[in-house]
């Protein structure tokens, strides 16, 4: 897998956009980048994936930069419910497993 | 919305007595996981199932552990005979042939040796 790099926390006001970021300088041109979240002690929950392009759903952006040495989630409107930690990975292309970080812890305050 | 379903949501349970977690996976899903989460700490993998077999596994998927897939619903996790340090909370995922990143996971089994 490879290695990824998060700030350990942020902070966001809610209704503001939140802007994560992760490095991942040493992704292979097959490799996938995933970021989930993990509400208090819920299940992780898968938010979106991309592997060149911008990726957006309903509850997410993704912006990978040309390099692809890094990208960044977008939470566009963030609420108080967001508060989570965000995990970013890049998993090898021959392998199912997802191997979690320690993520950034991202608080949402009113 | 389908969801990854677990059961029990708390288990407690003697040193050495043998437990079973059950996970109802997203019914169209052939990819199967179980990982683990002790408390404070980092999601763990433990191990991946398809075609009714491990595909792949990590060093705490030891022989005291087992996956089966007894019916075309359930998937299941058996520790043999647990540890103290077997607490944690356990979380079964599921995916289907698409990017197999895309993993849903079901909301968990906290599991307590005493």
């Known amino acids: 897998d490879a290695k990824t790099t998060q700030p350990p926390s942020m902070d966001c006001a809610e209704g503001r956009a939140a802007n994560l970021p992760c490095n991942h300088s040493t992704i292979s041109g097959n490799e996938y980048v995933y970021w989930y979240r993990q509400i208090h002690s819920q299940g992780p929950q898968y938010i979106i994936h991309g592997l060149k392009n911008n990726e957006t759903n309903e509850m997410a952006s993704l912006i990978i930069t040309e390099d692809r040495k890094s990208s960044t989630l977008i939470l566009p409107h963030a609420t108080l419910r967001d508060t989570a930690v965000y995990y970013c990975i890049a998993p090898s292309y021959n392998t199912d497993k997802l191997i979690f970080g320690t993520g950034t812890r991202l608080q949402v305050f009113p | 919305e389908p969801e990854v379903t677990q059961t029990p949501s708390h288990q407690v349970t003697q040193m050495g007595q043998e437990v079973i977690l059950r996970c109802v996976p997203i019914?169209?899903?052939?990819?199967f996981y179980w990982y683990r989460q002790i408390l404070g700490q980092k999601v763990e993998f433990l191990v991946s199932?398809?075609?009714?077999?491990?595909?792949?596994k990590s060093e705490i998927f030891d022989d005291q552990f087992s996956v089966e897939r007894p019916d075309g619903s359930n998937f299941t996790l058996k520790i043999r005979s647990t540890k103290l340090e077997d607490s944690a909370m356990y979380f079964c995922?599921?995916?289907?042939?698409?990017?197999?990143?895309?993993?849903?996971f079901g909301p968990g089994t906290r599991l307590l040796v005493l």
């Open positions: 199932f398809y075609n009714n077999e491990i595909s792949e």
């Open positions: 019914s169209n899903h052939l990819y």
């Open positions: 995922a599921s995916t289907g042939l698409a990017t197999r990143g895309t993993q849903y």
